[in-house]
């Protein structure tokens, strides 16, 4: 649907229910506002007359023509769904993150408020903070006038709490697994291996395969993923973690959200692209263990969380450096790239030795 008839169409479903979801809030009209216009969505801000910010936004999801299934890298997930089945998915996973953590001590929640499946659209209330990602990128030594870790270890904390709260209240679904056994984890580090084709890749590679094999049970245990659980997915704002975007697709190893979540913050965009100037590890240390110590018991083993931190490296990584304009490589030079695949080299060297040293 082009840009100015959603706006018209959207005005027209949601002024009949702005009462019910603001009922204090007085108002004599109401406008939609295109917010952001991306190729894979537009996000539509919903105001109302007499308030000061936006009340609601919109995401109307587009069919993406070649899909993200470019690229020849080894994957986790078969990624393809149609922007409906997207929409409905991300409204299942905000009514159960509504249902599982609407309780949670510093964590607020997104309330679904209208489900249009056939527009690919779906309005919800709107959280008025920063993402976790901006209050990290703050941090970096390239930023003048950088600010204290204070919010960002607050946040990476709350996102623990939050994980945990949401795996042990989700109910148990019966959605599609991915990776559920040891031999799945084995098989995708080789496949990995395979791709990034280096001789310093195969001696990483193998000893992951060794720890893999080592620490993870035959089975792994199961969760309800979040989906995309990513800093760049969480609001975070007034010492309160408001966790979007989900897209609740599989039941996933207990450990794969919070991986990805590690992973994504220290393969954050600036710290790849400057080799890892943009961040020393005095700075994204606390916030990992923020993470992790608010998500496992002080006792618990972390080996088999490291052993599984080293696919969800290698997964992303091969998704930045896949596709001749995608991610990374389109802008980096090989040198660059190079340079760059040296740092995450570093991080896997670095998740090993911790599994060893049982850190
Ligand atoms: N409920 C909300 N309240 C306030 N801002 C929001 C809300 N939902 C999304 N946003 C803003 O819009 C941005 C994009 O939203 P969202 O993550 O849902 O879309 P996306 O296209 O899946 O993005 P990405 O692929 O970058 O994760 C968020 O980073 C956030 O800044
Ligand atoms: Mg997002």
Redesign the pocket.
Known sequence: MENERLVQTLEQRIAPHIDTWFPEQPHSGLEVRV??D?P??V?LTVHLDGAEG?V??A?ARRDSPGGPGAGSRPRLRREKATAEELTLL?WAGLTTIQETCGDVAGVGV?RPLLLMPEAATLV????????L?SSVLELSRLRPGRSGPGVAVTGCGLAGTWLRHFQERAPVSDRPIQQGTRDDVVERLRAYGAYLDSPKWDVLVTEGVKLATEVLPRELRLAAGHG?F?P??M?MGDDRL?V??PLPRWRVPVYDDLCRFLVGLRLIGEQVHTHGLAFSSTTLDPLEEAAIASYLPPEADRAGLRAYQLLILMDKWTAMIDGPRQGVSGRLTRRSAALADHLVRGEAERLLGLARAGA
């Open positions: 917010f952001a991306r894979s969505c996000l936006p609601a936004l995401k991300e997104v919800m209330s709107f959280v008025n903070a920063p993402t990602r995309d990513a760049r997915n609001l408001t979007i975007d």
